[in-house]
């Protein structure tokens, strides 16, 4: 085991010993403490880059956002570690996610049913839907990418006195694109996180997901963890809906039939 391993080990063990996770009857575990507390460090020391670096990058037009570091100079300041803490949370985000992020077949499957998933066409995925979709690997992998160009450049530009010019201008060009890549796909990760699969922000603040979540978007992983057919839990679903609509439906009938007595 690798010194960063580790570390990455014994930071796992202190963030369960500070915390804990309730998990109730009818969920499972879907993020300990030590995955959330990585996940909002990133997003803080992300939003934090991405605002220094609008107020930097354009004065101009966002001059209103450097006030909130302390003015110019300060925001200058700031922004350099704003992205070197998020370079390092993300590294140790990078441990904790690379195994469950592999690509697999079932990964390049998910991506040929990519519309039919945007537009909830189907009501449960594909049984082999692991922990991660496909979709939510290409995000992981386009950060890992994008936040290795972010912080090389950003790097260069911060001590533009040891390089060529064109290195820094360069580097400009793509340490914007890189935050422009991140800040797409920050959005979609937002969408994605609530509104489109209610319940998954829920899983990044207390750990955990209902069961019908788990076995609606991600099958695979329900099968793993509870050793149940994820079908015949959604079976079971429809068929309790189906009663409740049919109580329901008597129920109008008889208030009908009281009515017109």
Do not use: C
């Not at 963030?15 to 109730?24: M, P, Q």
């Not at 922004?79 to 697999?104: C, D, E, I, K, Y």
């Amino acid at each position: 085991m690798s010194t960063v391993d580790r570390f990455d080990e014994r930071a796992r063990r202190e963030a369960d010993r500070v915390g804990e996770t309730i998990v109730h009857r009818g969920e499972l575990l879907r993020h300990p403490v030590y995955t959330r507390v990585l996940h909002w460090s990133v997003a803080i020391f992300f939003v934090l880059s991405l605002v220094s670096g609008f107020a930097i990058y354009s004065p101009w037009l966002y001059s209103w956002l450097t006030p909130l570091f302390g003015g110019g100079p300060r925001t200058r300041l700031l922004h350099p570690w704003f992205g070197l803490l998020f370079s390092l949370f993300f590294f140790f985000q990078f441990l904790n996610w690379f195994a469950p992020m592999v690509w697999t077949q079932a990964d390049r499957r998910w991506l040929r049913h990519l519309k039919e998933y945007s537009t909830h066409q189907h009501r449960v995925e594909p049984d082999d839907v692991g922990f991660f979709n496909g979709g939510q690997k290409i995000y992981f992998w386009a950060i890992v990418v994008s936040a290795v160009l972010f912080l090389i450049t950003g790097v260069l530009m911060w001590f533009d006195d040891l390089v060529g010019r064109w290195v820094v201008a360069a580097s400009y060009v793509i340490h914007d694109i890189a935050a422009l890549v991140m800040l797409a796909g920050f959005i979609i990760h937002i969408y994605e996180g609530t509104s489109h699969q209610p319940g998954t922000l829920h899983s990044m603040i207390d750990g955990t997901v209902s069961e019908k979540w788990a076995w609606t978007h991600h099958p695979g992983w329900y099968r793993a963890v509870t050793g149940r057919d994820p079908r015949e839990a959604y079976e079971r679903e429809k068929q309790r809906q189906d009663e409740r609509a049919r109580m329901l439906e008597r129920w109008d009938q008889d208030q009908d039939t009281r009515e017109n007595l």
